[in-house]
Structures are given as structure tokens and as C-alpha cells.
């Protein structure tokens, strides 16, 4: 096989068989194919697409192209959940002790955050002593007695993805489906799952900017689900406003315990409902979604989820009083309320932007290598669909620095208020195979 022949087939619109997609992986990781035959094979597939078959076997590569977790010690269908990504995304938090209070099996492996969307382990870290590290037996006994636990990836889970995922940021290849469904998919399949609840976000804070285009790639998705034998549920939601209301890792792990306590923002609680109640069918833990969601209420309302939380965090290291005073967690110097400059209704609060803001105080990551400050971030105190007077405040700006004119006024150029707006529809669609 020469790379020019499967670059030239590709570019010609054909399609790519499973030897052929197997010999660029395996010869790529192990760096036999230069980056510049990747690339051009890239932009191919950006601009001819591939089938799903293709998709499948690409996938199926990219996860084999190094570990591949054994999750088979431990008991029942694993569950994992990927979102594409957003702007103060709380849910895993939430959704990790909420659906192992109800029996599924929670053995997760999360990410860092980087730009503008946060990570699970930075939130995680924020809880005093929590430990994101543990050894294989460590992890398998914890959730085999616990149901839960949440850690970061191992070192050498798809290496190709690594690889490949460098590269299209340098080439203009991101915002492709092929590449995007593989990319995700790979992982999870790498990870162990059995069974994987996705939720495809829309909007300014999303990969994908419209709903036609977060259809296709949860379509994408669900059928290399199926191909690969691992069922595959797509939410289609909405991110064109943050989710909830804190974007910051301490501020999160707030929002987190407060809505496991049953007063949380109605948008956080209804996406993990929505993604939960998924979860816990696809782990046979209910016949449907609506006696799965009674389950999810059941387990919030009588306070079990928070003890699972707690629970989780005791097995991992952390101070799991910090449950019962989440205010310990709130220690930034600064806290400065945003006032309104006009009466009105909240029409624009965009996601991609607020995140921005928040990273510049400090709660995220411009590069791999900077480091980041749990207590910094945002808190709204108005959503879109509000109604807010003039000098009211919009939302609470946590700080470590004084100087944050540069963040007030991007904050002010993101934030809309007009005579009349809508709440956005929080779920577009939901999609199965
Ligand atoms: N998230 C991923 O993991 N990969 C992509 O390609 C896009 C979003
Ligand atoms: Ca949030």
C-alpha cells in the first residue's frame, strides 16, 4: 500500500476499506506516515466526507491505536457520557453520583478544560484533596463498591487521536463530521464503554453553530454506535447561553451540590434529567425514560444523590464536608456585580464569549501549559428571557485581580438587553439509532 494512492482515492471521492483505514492509523501512530500525507488526506476527507461504514472503521482505529480499558471486572452495562462541548457545563458533576444513587455503573475517565470550555478534573480538583489519579485496582474496587468514580485519562488512551487532533487544528480540518464523530467516539469505545449518552450541543458556544449540522453529527454518531455495538443516544441541546448559572470551577462545584440539594438553575437540572434518564435505560436500570426519570427525582429529592456525592468524594480523597458549607469554596478577593445599563428583557447571553470572559479571570486555560485558579468565574444572576431594570445586576464577576476593566467590557459586548426575547429551547431533538 503507498499513502499517495489511498490520498488520491480519497480525494477522488471513493471510498476508504478497513485495511486501508487500519494501515494510515497504525503506520501514522507509530510515525511512518509524515504529518504532511495526513494532512493532505485530511482536507480529502473535509471536502469528499466519508460513509458511515468508513466513519466506523476509522473510529474503531483511532480507539485501537492504544489502551483499551477492561472494564469487564466490573458489574453491569457501563455507561459513559460525552458532551461537544460548553460553557459552564456542570452536568457530569451532577450526573456522575445522581445515576450511581440509582444503580448504573459510573466508571468515568474525564478531560481538561482548554479555551473556553471548562473540564470535569479542573472542577474536580477545586474540591480540597480530591484526587483524580488512582491505580487500575484502586478505580475497579472503588466503583465496584461505590457504583462511582471519576479520573483523568490514562496517559495512553487513542494516541492517534492525540495526534490527529494537532494536526487538523493547524490545518483547518476541525469542524469536519467524519473527524469530529471519530474523534469522540474513539475515546469512549477506548474507554470502555458499553453504552454511551451523548449530548451534541448548538449555538455560539458549540462546535456546531446550527441544529441541521448537530443533527448530522448525532446521526454520525448513533450509527457508529450501532456498527460498533455500542448503543448510542443523542440530545441535541441548546448552548447559546451558558448552562446554568456559575462558569468557574469552584463556582461550579457550588452549583453542582446546590442542585443536588434540589435548588439548582431549571435548565441545569432538566439537562441532566434528560441526559440521566438516558443513562439509566441504556444501563437497564428502567424500561423507560419516564419511570427512569422518577428514579433520577426520587434519588435528588430524598437526598440520596447527595450522599452519593459525598460518598465519591470521600473515596477519592477529597473533604467531602465542604457539601455541607459550599460558601468554604468561594474565596476570591474580589466580587464585583455587573450592573444592567438598561431596562429590559436579557435577549443575548453568549456562551462562547462569557466562557471567554471567564477564562480571562482565570478559571481556564489558553494553552495546554497554563495553569488555572479554582475560585475565579462568573455567576448569573439573569438568564435570557429575564426581565432586568437598569443597575440591577447582571450577573457576579469573582476575581483575583483588581484590574478587570478588559472583562467587564467584553462582558458588556456579549450581553444583550431588549424589549422582548424568548427562552431558548433547551432540547432540540433527541435522537436514537
Ligand atoms: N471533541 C473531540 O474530542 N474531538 C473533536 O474532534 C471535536 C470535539
Ligand atoms: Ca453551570
Redesign the pocket.
Known amino acids: 500500500m503507498r499513502m499517495v494512492d489511498l490520498i488520491e482515492k480519497k480525494r477522488d471521492g471513493n471510498e476508504l476499506s478497513t485495511k486501508e483505514i487500519e494501515y494510515i492509523i497504525t503506520k501514522y501512530t507509530n510515525g511512518e506516515i509524515p504529518d504532511y500525507q495526513i494532512s493532505a488526506l485530511l482536507m480529502a476527507i473535509f471536502y469528499q466526507d466519508m460513509t458511515d461504514r468508513e466513519i466506523t472503521d476509522l473510529t474503531l482505529a483511532i480507539a485501537h491505536s492504544g489502551d483499551v480499558i477492561d472494564l469487564s471486572p466490573l458489574d453491569g452495562i457501563k455507561v459513559d457520557k460525552h458532551s461537544?462541548?460548553g460553557v459552564g457545563d456542570t452536568t457530569t458533576l451532577i450526573l456522575a453520583p445522581l445515576v450511581a444513587s440509582v444503580g448504573v455503573t459510573v466508571a468515568k475517565m474525564s478531560g481538561r478544560g482548554l479555551g473556553y470550555t471548562g473540564g470535569t478534573l479542573d472542577k474536580l480538583e477545586a474540591i480540597p484533596g480530591f484526587q483524580i489519579e488512582l491505580s487500575d485496582e484502586a478505580f475497579i474496587r472503588i466503583v465496584n463498591e461505590s457504583k462511582v468514580a471519576v479520573i483523568g485519562q490514562s496517559g495512553n488512551l487513542a494516541p492517534a487521536d492525540k495526534k490527529l487532533?494537532a494536526l487538523r487544528d493547524v490545518t483547518a480540518t476541525?469542524d469536519s463530521i467524519p473527524?469530529?464523530a471519530s474523534?469522540?467516539m474513539s475515546?469512549k469505545i477506548a474507554a470502555g464503554a458499553d453504552a454511551i449518552v451523548l449530548d451534541v450541543t448548538t449555538g455560539d458556544g458549540a462546535?456546531m453553530k446550527n441544529i441541521e449540522d448537530a443533527r448530522r453529527l448525532a446521526k454520525t454518531m448513533t450509527s457508529i454506535g450501532k456498527l460498533a455495538h455500542r448503543q448510542t443516544v443523542a440530545v441535541i441541546s441548546d448552548m447559546s447561553e451558558p448552562l446554568g448559572e456559575a462558569i468557574g470551577n469552584s463556582l461550579e462545584v457550588v452549583e453542582a451540590i446546590e442542585t443536588l440539594n434540589g435548588n439548582g438553575p431549571e435548565d441545569l437540572l432538566e439537562m441532566c434529567y434528560a441526559l440521566g434518564s438516558q443513562m439509566v435505560v441504556l444501563a437497564n436500570q428502567a424500561a423507560t425514560i419516564e419511570e427512569a426519570r422518577s428514579l433520577l427525582q426520587e434519588a435528588l429529592e430524598s437526598g440520596k444523590a447527595l450522599d452519593k456525592f459525598k460518598e465519591m468524594i470521600r473515596n477519592q480523597g477529597g473533604d467531602d464536608s465542604i457539601v455541607d458549607q459550599p460558601e468554604r469554596l468561594l474565596t476570591a478577593k474580589y466580587v464585583v456585580e455587573l450592573p444592567a445599563k438598561s431596562s429590559g428583557i436579557v435577549s443575548k447571553l453568549v456562551a462562547n464569549e462569557l466562557g471567554i470572559a471567564a477564562m480571562m479571570l482565570g478559571s481556564g486555560r489558553k494553552t495546554k501549559e497554563d495553569d488555572i485558579d479554582h475560585a475565579v468565574g462568573l455567576k448569573l444572576n439573569k438568564k435570557i428571557g429575564d426581565p432586568v431594570k437598569e443597575g440591577e445586576s447582571l450577573l457576579t464577576i469573582y476575581s483575583n485581580t483588581k484590574e478587570i476593566s478588559s472583562v467587564q467590557e467584553l462582558l458588556y459586548q456579549n450581553i444583550q438587553i431588549s424589549d422582548s426575547a424568548e427562552k431558548p429551547t433547551l432540547i432540540h431533538d433527541i435522537i436514537t439509532e
Request: without cysteine; hydrophobic residues 50%.
Open positions: 461537544t462541548g487532533y476541525v473527524l469530529i474523534s469522540i475515546k462546535f
